[in-house]
């Protein structure tokens, strides 16, 4: 099960075990603004070939704009 | 829609995923950096004067108004230990009983604005309804600044 965390631990895990921030709004959204670092697999285009964009050895952060 | 991604992850087989439920809104109202078209935009935070002075409650009114004072400041801000704003001191509380304490005097509850508000808009806005500084915290209450609306300049970005 997925865990919920908040933007402290967002950040030890960036910045601590690399975690990969993965934004998952629209594409236009994300061009206009996303946490640094973060690459953008909009929902609707999350599958097994997308999600190949991203590490299995390290931990993933998905993200959209709040809780929706 | 963070929820759902978490777990089609952890359907096609990833084993160590988050979900940053608050996102975006929560990371950038926290002044935190951003990346993006929109990342030059200046924002309140971005304007916001951090050497606005701060007081704790306790303090009496007259050492912290001539503290301000000799900063060439006409207000202060109480904070407690963690830097939550519980209220002002403008002119008018500076010039209170000096053997007051902050927190007796103080005016509780300010009006506070995020710091990823763009400068130009919220100045605008300032301006219409004669506001002259908000403070500007984190969504917890931590103090930024305090941002005047002489500070939002209005960029080619903003009036697009």
Same mark, same amino acid.
């Given at each position: 099960?997925?865990?919920?965390?908040?933007?402290?631990?967002?950040?030890?895990?960036?910045?601590?075990? *690399?975690?990969?921030?993965?934004?998952?709004?629209?594409?236009?959204?994300?061009?206009?603004?996303?946490?640094? *670092?973060?690459?953008?697999?909009?929902?609707?285009?999350?599958? *097994?070939?997308?999600?190949?964009?991203?590490?299995?050895?390290?931990?993933?952060?998905?993200?959209?704009?709040?809780?929706? | 829609?963070?929820?759902?991604?978490?777990?089609?992850?952890?359907g096609?087989? =990833?084993?160590?995923?988050?979900?940053?439920?608050?996102?975006?809104?929560?990371?950038f109202?926290?002044?935190?950096?951003?990346?993006?078209?929109?990342?030059?935009?200046?924002?309140?935070?971005?304007?916001?004067?951090?050497?606005?002075?701060?007081?704790?409650?306790s %303090?009496?009114?007259?050492?912290?108004?001539?503290?301000?004072?000799?900063?060439?400041?006409?207000?202060?801000?109480?904070?407690?230990?963690?830097?939550?704003?519980?209220?002002?001191?403008?002119?008018?509380?500076?010039?209170?009983?000096?053997?007051?304490?902050?927190? %007796?005097?103080?005016?509780?509850?300010?009006?506070? =604005?995020?710091?990823?508000?763009?400068?130009?808009?919220?100045?605008?806005?300032?301006? %219409?309804?004669?506001?002259?500084?908000?403070?500007?915290?984190?969504?917890?209450?931590?103090?930024?600044?305090? =941002?005047?609306?002489?500070?939002?300049?209005?960029?080619?970005?903003?009036?697009a």
């Amino acid at each position: 099960m997925p865990a919920t965390i908040f933007r402290d631990e967002v950040r030890r895990l960036a910045e601590e075990e *690399g975690a990969q921030l993965v934004e998952v709004l629209p594409r236009e959204e994300y061009e206009e603004a996303h946490l640094p *670092g973060a690459i953008n697999v909009p929902l609707k285009e999350l599958d *097994g070939e997308t999600a190949a964009r991203l590490r299995r050895d390290a931990p993933v952060i998905v993200y959209c704009h709040d809780y929706q | 829609m963070s929820p759902r991604a978490a777990w089609r992850l952890e359907g096609l087989g =990833f084993t160590c995923v988050y979900d940053y439920a608050p996102g975006k809104a929560d990371w950038f109202a926290a002044g935190l950096p951003r990346e993006g078209s929109l990342a030059a935009v200046p924002t309140v935070g971005d304007a916001a004067r951090k050497d606005v002075p701060t007081c704790a409650p306790s %303090e009496k009114v007259g050492p912290v108004r001539e503290r301000a004072k000799a900063a060439g400041w006409d207000r202060c801000v109480v904070v407690n230990r963690e830097r939550v704003v519980l209220g002002l001191l403008r002119e008018k509380e500076l010039g209170s009983d000096p053997e007051a304490t902050a927190e %007796e005097a103080m005016r509780s509850g300010p009006t506070t =604005f995020r710091p990823d508000a763009p400068a130009a808009k919220t100045a605008e806005r300032m301006r %219409e309804r004669g506001a002259i500084a908000v403070l500007v915290t984190t969504p917890d209450g931590r103090l930024i600044g305090l =941002f005047r609306h002489e500070d939002g300049k209005l960029s080619s970005a903003e009036r697009a």
